[in-house]
Every structure is written in C-alpha cells, then in structure tokens.
C-alpha cells in the first residue's frame, strides 16, 4: 500500500464549478497534512495546509481532514481555468516526519 | 524576499557521465531538502540538511549519489555516474527548521536527462 495515494485524473470540472480533489494517507500518527499546486514544467507551490486538530479555509479553498477514515480533500469554489494544475497531497509525521508526497491529480478547469 | 535559487535549470548528459547541481536555499532557513522527481509522480526525498548535518539520507542512493552543503547554507547534489533512470526533476527545498509546522519552498527544480 502506498503511503500517501491519490487518483492521477484527469478531473475535468467546467469553469464556476466546485473542484473536489482527495487524498488517503496510511500512517495513522501523521500529524499535517499539505496541498501544493504544481503547474507543468514548475515546482511546487503550497496552497494550503491543515494541522490533525481541524478544517481550514483560505479564500475559494478548504482542506477538510476525516482522521476516521485517514482521507484529506481539497475543494477548490469557484474553479477558474488558470486553476487547472496537478495538485500534491503531502503528509507529515508519523513514524518518520518526513513530508510524503502522493503522485498528484490532474485538474482541468473547462472554460 | 529572493526564494530558493538552483542552477543549472537544465542539463542533458550521457549515461555513466557526471553532473552536479546546485542550490541556494531562502536566507535564514536551517533545513535544506534535496526531492528528485519523476514524470508522473509526486517529488521522492533524497536527503535533508538540518544546518550542515545530514538529517535523513535514507533514500540517497549512496553508491553513485553525493549531497553536501557546507557552511550551512546553499548545497551540492552529484550523481556519478548517471543512469537512465535518473532522468528527473531535481528540486531544493528549504525551510526555517524552526520546528512544528515547518513549511517546505521549492525552488524551481534542474531538469535532468539522461541520454
């Protein structure tokens, strides 16, 4: 089992749209969780992250974290087409604090 | 606020070849990451610097992969010699090492091709 899972998309949304985006995660002691965006060709840029104790909204994006089930998501209102992007899961903590990286979503906002 | 800056941004070499990169992590942050990336999947943590020491290297591999980063402050990643496989994205990182939350910059990455 990978450590750090996410489905590679593409999520094709249309403009306006809610963007849903998930994460699972398999150690149980991770303690922050991180959302980076990554447009083709850049690096990763940190759009939010959330600690193990609660929810988070930063303007048209909220990171929600259900520790039960060891699931993040990233709902991105109001998708705009310069949203489209790969979107990294990140976990930190654990057994090792390293920051773990899932290999990424595909976003593709439709005009 | 200058982010962190790595050099070459692109390198092409042939298999058993050596090649070096360079970094220079935001001014004041302690710990420095070097993260090889490859097509497809998310950056893969090769080694992490708390000031001059090595923090974590368990996934460096050590028989033809080299990092240092002396004084603290900007770093060296070598590779000799160069395999296909190690066609990647290279990315440095840093971050104030300050504890708790931490949060990781990337610079912007050398894309390495192995021919």
């Known amino acids: 089992q990978k450590e750090v899972e996410q489905n590679s998309g593409p999520l094709s949304v249309p403009e306006g749209a809610i963007a849903s985006l998930n994460c699972t995660y398999s150690d149980r002691g991770s303690q922050s969780f991180f959302w980076y965006r990554q447009y083709s060709g850049k690096s990763p840029e940190l759009i939010m992250f959330?600690?193990?104790?609660g929810d988070k909204e930063d303007g048209r994006f909220t990171a929600q974290l259900n520790k039960a089930s060891q699931y993040v998501s990233l709902l991105i209102r109001d998708s705009q087409p310069s949203d489209s992007a790969t979107y990294l899961c990140a976990v930190k903590g654990g057994a090792t604090n390293k920051l773990i990286f899932g290999t990424g979503t595909l976003l593709a906002v439709q005009p | 606020e200058a982010g962190v800056v790595q050099s070459p941004r692109y390198k092409i070499i042939e298999k058993r070849q050596s090649v070096a990169f360079w970094c220079n992590p935001i001014s004041g942050h302690a710990t420095l990451y070097w993260y090889q990336q490859i097509l497809g999947q998310g950056p893969k943590l090769l080694i992490q610097?708390?000031?001059?020491?090595?923090?974590?290297d368990s996934q460096l591999p050590k028989d033809r992969f080299s990092a240092e980063r002396l004084k603290g402050v900007d770093s060296t990643l070598k590779i000799q010699p160069a395999k296909l496989e190690d066609s990647a994205v290279y990315l440095c990182a840093s971050s104030p090492g300050t504890g708790g939350l931490d949060t990781q910059y990337f610079g912007p990455g050398t894309r390495l091709t192995v021919l």
């Open positions: 610097f708390q000031n001059n020491g090595v923090v974590d």
């Open positions: 959330i600690y193990s104790n």
